[in-house]
Nanobody, 114 residues
Framework: QVQLVESGGGLVQAGGSLRLSCTASGSNFGSNVMAWFRQAPGKQRELVASISGGGNTNYADSVKGRSTISRDNAKNTVYLQMNSLKPEDTAVYYC????????WGQGTQVTVSS
């Protein structure tokens, strides 16, 4: 049974930083795309950043230059380092992985106070 477990969310002041982690179990995703999505209240879920098995990255314009996605294939883990956080970054952040089908984590809340 595949599980994605996120951690690292919390409450932070504007301008602060957070590092989200997502560890997969039940399958090895080292060769597969992993990503972070977020969903703010009343809004659709949106892609924040993705990373391919080869390490190619892609970022939403809203976080480009402030966030870095990385992965440790030995730990089956993907990270999202977020800096210079803004109140509009407040959302539930979800880990995503794709291996023949999509897998989602349960989400971790990120709240940025002004």
């Amino acid at each position: 049974q595949v599980q994605l477990v996120e951690s690292g969310g919390g409450l932070v002041q504007a301008g602060g930083s957070l590092r989200l982690s997502c560890t997969a179990s039940g399958s090895n995703f080292g060769s597969n795309v992993m990503a972070w999505f977020r969903q703010a209240p009343g809004k659709q879920r949106e892609l924040v950043a993705s990373i391919s098995g080869g390490g190619n990255t892609n970022y939403a314009d809203s976080v480009k230059g402030r966030s870095t996605i990385s992965r440790d294939n030995a730990k089956n883990t993907v990270y999202l380092q977020m800096n210079s956080l803004k109140p509009e970054d407040t959302a539930v952040y979800y880990c995503y992985a794709n291996k023949f089908r999509a897998y989602w984590g349960q989400g971790t809340q990120v709240t940025v106070s002004s």
